[in-house]
């Protein structure tokens, strides 16, 4: 089924998140009454709720969204190149220009979202925040009413389940194990609070947004029996400046 999919008609996409706030203190007093609820089953006895803090990224009631990255393939002249950009800043500024993104170039029926986990973590957590800020849902997210195989969503992680609903498997070991070159060189998704709010590195973090949007295309194209893009080049004029060829 993947191999009958037009790569050009896939949107292959990577967030990161970090906690709304730098510390606990900072939490408004009613959702620091929510926090322990929300969080008690992964918690378990092993933290305190402030502890804990640390991780609320992950979840959408507490944390934000500080990175888009999004990029595509396209064939020009017979070559393959992935083109990718980030979307970065106050977070309803860039769920904004996101949206503008799916609203204009990837609004077709044809057209297909993919991330590693999106399924359970990018897409709803990307939706979650848009009506959080009253952003209203492009089509490729307003899952409301849509029957299953109406879901514009690929997810590499499921596709390398094969029905094994139990089976986890992360970005970095699939890439491994699919001879993917390995996207986690320089920070990994635990050290992106740290460096967020800590080091106010965005930048860092943009390029490690855009190495995992590069790995996620990568895999699409290991799904197909196609080999990896392998050659990196940028263009400054263009919007969609990391470029990789085949």
Sequence with gaps: MIGKINPEHVLFL?????????????VDPELQDLWPQK????RKDEFSAEEFYDRAGIWAEF???ICISAGFLRNVSGDWQFRVTSYHGEEPKLLSEFKNL???????????LCAHNGKEFDFPYIARRMIIHGIELPDKLNLFGKKPWEVAHLDTMELWKFGDYKHYTSLKLMAKVLGVPSPKEDIDGSQ??????ENGDIDRIIEYCERDTVTVAQLFR???????LRTTRYCGSDPFYLIFES
Excluded: K, M, W
Aim: with cysteine; net charge positive.
């Design 14 to 26: 990577d967030i990161e998140t970090v906690p709304q706030f730098a510390s606990y203190n900072q």
């Design 102 to 112: 799916l609203d204009t170039h990837f609004s077709r029926p044809q057209h297909l």
């Design 222 to 228: 290991r799904f197909r029996n196609e080999p990896c």
């Design 192 to 197: 992106v609070r740290d460096v967020y709010y």
């Design 63 to 65: 944390g934000r969204i």
């Design 39 to 42: 969080t008690r089953y992964q």
